[in-house]
């Protein structure tokens, strides 16, 4: 007798939550109606991370094995099978195997977004319609390695790049400026971190609102004093409207 082919497993998926539609409430594309895919599983762990739920190995009991087709099945239920942008978010996405689902949705007339830290490249990055880099800052504790941001850059071929650094003091001040110089032809959004983010098992909308309105307000006025008027200073939208909940 022949032997039985493993199941494959290639192309699933690990999820840890889809939800929405919401809106996006950072960066580039703010305000903009969106389904999030939130993958499990990542390779740092920020010491501020709001998103721990997908990141602690703890967790992997609460994340699933989804092929693509089933993700772009609960996705439809939620947008009624009308097509919305898709992001892509973590953990890390782009330690997914996520091309078969971006090729399905974009077949039905979805897009896709994607926020990752750019510490893996994958080919399909140039099938995004947004591309969000964000490396991390020094008061996450990780640390960058720039030739493979470059390279994630270089991998997105056309599709449209942007850069988003998490803001706490001054050290990651100076990283995003040197982020800045190293990328000049990137659009940059500068984002206040929040010092309370939830545990991971904690859907609390406590936050301090106040602490991100000031480290706001001091953002602000560290880019007009450089005249840096390229940059783009948002906060979380979302954080403002709904705290540390999660799903929206
Ligand atoms: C949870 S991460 C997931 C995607 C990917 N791992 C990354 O970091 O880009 C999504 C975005 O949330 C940001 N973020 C995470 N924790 C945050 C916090 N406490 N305050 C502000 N932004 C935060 C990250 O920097 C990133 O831009
Ligand atoms: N509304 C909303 N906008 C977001 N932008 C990035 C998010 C993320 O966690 O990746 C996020 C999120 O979790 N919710
Ligand atoms: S890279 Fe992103 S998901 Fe991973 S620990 Fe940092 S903020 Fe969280
Ligand atoms: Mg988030």
Request: proline share 8%; glycine share 8%; aromatic share 8%.
């Amino acid at each position: 007798m022949g032997r039985v082919p493993p199941m494959t497993t290639r192309d699933t998926i690990r999820v840890s939550e889809i939800f929405g539609p919401t809106i996006q409430g950072e960066g580039a594309l703010i305000g903009q109606p969106t389904v999030f895919v939130r993958t499990g599983g990542c390779d740092y762990r920020c010491s501020w991370c709001d998103s721990l739920h997908a990141v602690d190995s703890e967790y992997r009991d609460t994340w699933k094995a989804m092929p693509p087709e089933d993700i772009l099945a609960e996705i439809e239920k939620l947008t009624g099978g009308k097509p919305i942008m898709v992001t892509l978010s973590g953990g890390n996405p782009a330690t997914q195997p996520l091309d078969r689902l971006i090729e399905q949705g974009k077949a039905k007339g979805y897009s896709f977004a994607m926020e990752t830290q750019g510490s893996v490249v994958k080919p399909w990055f140039a099938d995004l319609q947004m591309l969000v880099l964000s490396p991390k800052p020094p008061s996450s504790g990780m640390g960058t390695d720039w030739r493979v941001v470059a390279n994630c850059v270089r991998t997105a071929k056309a599709a449209p790049t942007v850069l988003k650094i998490v803001v706490f003091d001054e050290a990651d001040y100076a990283f995003a400026r040197e982020a800045s110089e190293r990328f000049r032809e990137l659009p940059i959004y500068l984002q206040p971190g929040n010092h309370t983010p939830p545990p991971p098992e904690d859907d609390s909308a406590t936050v301090d609102q106040e602490g991100i309105d000031e480290r706001m307000r001091w953002l602000v006025d560290k880019v007009v004093e450089d005249k840096w008027y390229g940059a783009r200073v948002l906060p979380q939208l979302h954080v403002m409207l709904w705290g540390n909940k999660r799903g929206v």
